[in-house]
């Protein structure tokens, strides 16, 4: 299950990312969501300023990255479908690709 570990730190991150959610099924938007809102409850419940500050960037990050993350999957739905659509060639084969290249 977990063979998408021997190439971390030879992909980038986000590839990384995308083969882990692939490898577990994770919704990633939603779990930075919930992250989000976990770090805003704590923020609530702080009583020190500087505590209650650091949860609340904390909170805006992970938004951020889960708006960045319905971006990525917006953009590889899209990509996608527009392969989907694009007619497919078919190879050459045989004595067709041989004197297509001549």
Same mark, same amino acid.
């Given at each position: 299950? +977990?063979?998408? +570990?021997?190439?971390?730190?030879?992909? $980038?991150t986000?590839?990384?990312? %995308?083969?882990?959610? /692939?490898?577990?099924?994770?919704?990633?938007p =939603? %779990?930075?969501?919930?992250?989000? =809102?976990?770090? *805003?409850?704590?923020?609530? &419940?702080?009583?020190? $300023?500087?505590?209650?500050?650091? !949860?609340?960037?904390?909170? %805006?990050? !992970?938004?951020?990255?889960?708006?960045?993350?319905?971006?990525?999957?917006l +953009?590889?739905? /899209?990509? &996608? %479908? *527009?392969?989907?659509?694009? $007619?497919? /060639?078919?190879?050459?084969?045989? !004595?067709?690709?041989?004197?297509?290249?001549?």
């Amino acid at each position: 299950m +977990f063979a998408i +570990f021997a190439d971390w730190g030879t992909k $980038p991150t986000i590839s990384q990312l %995308e083969d882990f959610n /692939r490898e577990i099924g994770m919704d990633t938007p =939603a %779990e930075f969501r919930k992250h989000a =809102a976990d770090c *805003e409850k704590m923020a609530k &419940v702080s009583n020190d $300023p500087e505590t209650k500050a650091a !949860w609340k960037r904390m909170a %805006e990050r !992970w938004l951020l990255c889960a708006k960045l993350a319905d971006d990525q999957d917006l +953009f590889q739905r /899209r990509r &996608v %479908e *527009e392969k989907s659509s694009k $007619p497919q /060639r078919r190879p050459l084969h045989g !004595w067709a690709a041989a004197s297509s290249r001549l």
